[in-house]
């Protein structure tokens, strides 16, 4: 049998005795957990030593706008505060937008502190924090206890707000820039339009209480606007209608007749002088604008042609160039031909002229010849004197018929037609006395009357053709035997003598054939 030692003895009584001076882990936890909730117990208590007084008023060290309300129930802190914010300057709405700002009072623009607000909010400051509100109120007033700035509570009313940007919102309008055309030269300049902006007042209202109610008023607020439309945005058709005007061309050609020669001129009016026409104006409907001609710069135009040295001396029929200038161009450019009047003939008196010998010469009535002199002595020439002879226009103003002329020999008394450059007819005729001639010249036939009246010696004249103008209202012509007031035919068995007043009488078959043959402008000529 084994010997048990001694060594193995202490060890079996180890396991079975605690040894002395020793405590029990059990012990210890139990104690410790005793300790803990005593510990709980009394901080608890302190706890509510030192809140129990704060349940109704506001934690120390609490401050609004430097101001500490710490202690203050919320209705004192409401009156304090209401007193604070009576004098309290609340500066001024801004609003920017980048570039300019604009201000007004927010006293105007319905903004204040709201004092009970502030009061409730200063109230419920740290009562969420635990221990560090605890340890706040246990510092109590010491300069190293913790401070709790509580921003302030801002109202506004949203009416007033309103007013506030109506009354600035002229100041940020700013107005579309509708298109536009002008005329700089003979260039058509279009100027694109520009959408314009107004403040929209809602948007920005909304905008402001909004930041105002969560944030304060310390931001400069930016202006939300709203698209202005100019109301011309496009001037394209109008432009292209000016351009379009701008590329007629009108070619006008002048001419005129003058002592048996033909002169001519002619004018290109073209983009240049076509821009001064024009006249670029505003409308109320579209297009817009209206591209018309202006007539008085068109009559200017044509008094400058007439002035042209080549042919300033000649007669320019303003009215008639500028009515046929204005209708080719509004049919888009093209000819226009006018007729000249001949310079004015000067006629210098020669020893031994009298007016009828100046007649003569010139082929021209005496009678018409004196209507252009009446500030001159007819009777009573004198050499060197001046006198104007009418153009040749005066007896020939009708476009002549090219195949059709009248020849009368007051030499032969004999009238001859001509048509086609053949002999149609050749008659006997009877051309003026003496004492009351038939002028010779180059005429056409102006008038045609089945019963013309003279006057002066009250006859019937039938189947007049009238030849020239002899002075007033009196014209020479063709006619058959003139019929007296008794019912003879004066003149009857004198044709082919000088016999007449100065028309140049037929017989009375002739006269009717020659009547019904003749037309306005065919040539009469007498020689």
Known sequence: MPRTSSVDLDREEAGTKPRNGCMPASLIAVLSLMLVGAAIFSASMVERTILTPYESCIYPNVYVMEENLGGFTTEEAKQHLGEIFAHWDAGDLVLSDGEHTWRTPWSEAGMQLD????????????????????????????????????????SIDAEATRHALERIAPELHKAPTDAALRLDGDQVIATPSQPGRALDI????????????????????????????????????????????????????ARGKHEGETFAWGWTLGRETIADWLLVEKTDVSPHFAVQVDRDVVDTTVAGLATEPEADDWGFPDEEATARILEVFEAGGGAVAVELTPPPRIYVVQSGDRLTTVAVKFGMPPGLIAEVNQDVNLNQLYVGQELTIPPQDVLTPYKPVPSKKIVISIDEQRLRAYENDQLLYDWLCSTGKEDSPTYRGHFQVLSKEEMAYASQWDLQMP?????????????????????????????????????????????IQEAETLFNWAELGVSVIIE
């Not at 109230?123 to 706040?136: C, H, K, P």
């Not at 209202?205 to 496009?234: M, Q």
Request: charged share 20%; with cysteine.
């Open 115 to 154: 004092a009970e607000a502030t009061a409730r909010r200063a109230f419920a400051a740290g009562r969420d924090q635990g221990w560090r509100a605890f340890i706040s109120l246990w510092l109590g007033e010491h300069r190293w206890s913790p401070r709790l700035d509580v921003s302030p509570v801002f």
């Open 202 to 253: 809602d948007a920005t209202t909304e905008k402001i209480v909004n930041t105002v109610t969560h944030l304060g008023p310390d931001y400069p607020f930016a202006p939300t606007y709203r698209t202005v439309e100019p109301s011309v945005v496009d001037v394209s058709a109008a432009r292209a209608e000016a351009e379009a005007m701008l590329d007629r061309e009108i070619h006008v050609t």
């Open 463 to 507: 189947h007049f053709i009238g030849v020239y103008r002899a002075g007033g209202d009196t014209y020479n012509g063709i006619h058959a035997l003139p019929i007296l007031a008794n019912g003879q035919r004066l003149w009857a068995g004198h044709l082919g003598s000088r016999a007449s007043f100065g028309c140049i009488i037929l017989g």
